[in-house]
T-cell receptor
């Protein structure tokens, strides 16, 4: 079946540091890929998405590129802020209907 | 546009009881999915409904069931509650349920089974 593998957390970074959260997937066919973020005490919200190979999703300074050859969708941000502290989920969605697979989530803590 | 709403937000039940959770999707969204979130298992897909039909189902026992009404509102029922059912239950709605469409999540219902 489909699976999504994310790097283990927690990840602790100083403010303005560079962020990379690795994500790889296995899926039948060509899934759509998403990054969702869950801030403390809140529900999940979409951060960015990419629906086909070589697409780059971007939002709020975060970027991720759909790499079909390496089955990866790594999340990056050039300069993190304390307000970016949250749990980040890599998600694969495939099939005619939403067959959704979540990664385990990576907790990011940014310290001033 | 109002977001996804879930009621109740918090619930405490006793083992063996049953519980019904409710989800109201964003207006115009026809697909509703349910997830269970626990510290040990992470986010796991329960089921997805579209136009009152269950289209996808995760790997959960038959004690977990759901339904969707003609106005797209959805309910999830868990019968014969077990301690392990304690979790945050998240509902998400999507415009059509196609795989390329993003989901919009509600705040969740925190269920505690004692």
């Amino acid at each position: 079946g489909d699976s999504v593998t994310q790097m283990e957390g927690p990840v602790t970074l100083s403010e303005e540091a560079f962020l990379t959260i690795n994500c790889t997937y296995t899926a039948t066919g060509y899934p759509s890929l998403f990054w969702y973020v869950q801030y403390p005490g809140e529900g999940l919200q979409l951060l960015l998405k990419a629906t086909k190979a070589d697409d780059k999703g971007s939002n709020k300074g975060f970027e991720a590129t759909y790499r079909k050859e390496t089955t990866s969708f790594h999340l990056e941000k050039g300069s993190v802020q304390v307000s970016d502290s949250a749990v980040y989920f890599c998600v694969s969605s495939s099939g005619g209907y939403q067959k959704v697979t979540f990664g385990t989530g990576t907790k990011l803590q940014v310290i001033p | 546009k109002a977001g996804v709403t879930q009621t109740p937000r918090y619930l405490i039940k006793t083992r063996g009881q049953q519980v019904t959770l409710s989800c109201s999707p964003i207006s115009g969204h026809r697909s509703v999915s349910w997830y269970q979130q626990t510290p040990g298992q992470g986010l796991q897909f329960l089921f997805e409904y579209f136009s009152e039909t269950q289209r996808n189902k995760g790997n959960f026992p038959g004690r977990f069931s759901g339904r969707q009404f003609s106005n797209s509102r959805s309910e999830m029922n868990v019968s014969t509650l077990e301690l392990g059912d304690s979790a945050l239950y998240l509902c998400a709605s999507s415009l059509s349920g196609q795989s390329s469409y993003e989901q919009y999540f509600g705040p969740g219902t925190r269920l505690t089974v004692t």
